[in-house]
Nanobody, 112 residues
Framework: VQLVESGGGLVQPGGSLRLSCAAS????????MRWFRQAPGKERELVAG????????VYADSVKGRFTISRDNAKSTVYLQMHSLKPEDTAVYYC??????WGQGTQVTVSS
């Protein structure tokens, strides 16, 4: 089983990034997928989630209207499109498959 995140980096406030998480080794289309993040000195928190069957989504209040989670079951990939980024979005972002599997994380830094 592998979850491999990509797309992180350094971006200025107000900028955009798209994170990707490529999955393999399990039945991706049957798993709800989530993005979490963890900032230095803080607990890991749920950012966004998407269901397996109907693509229902849920977002943390802090990212509603700015972030969009989506999935491509044919590619076994989940995405997190992030707009209007703020310094407080700086964190390591982790991909998660239904509380079972975790990726290694990708760093997002929002700074001028």
């Amino acid at each position: 089983v592998q979850l491999v995140e990509s797309g992180g980096g350094l971006v200025q406030p107000g900028g955009s990034l798209r994170l990707s998480c490529a999955a393999s080794g399990f039945a991706f289309r049957s798993y709800a997928m989530r993005w979490f993040r963890q900032a230095p000195g803080k607990e890991r928190e749920l950012v966004a989630g998407i269901s397996s069957a109907f693509g229902w989504t849920v977002y943390a209040d802090s990212v509603k209207g700015r972030f969009t989670i989506s999935r491509d079951n044919a590619k076994s990939t989940v995405y997190l499109q992030m707009h209007s980024l703020k310094p407080e979005d700086t964190a390591v972002y982790y991909c998660n498959a239904q509380d079972t599997y975790w990726g290694q994380g990708t760093q997002v830094t929002v700074s001028s």
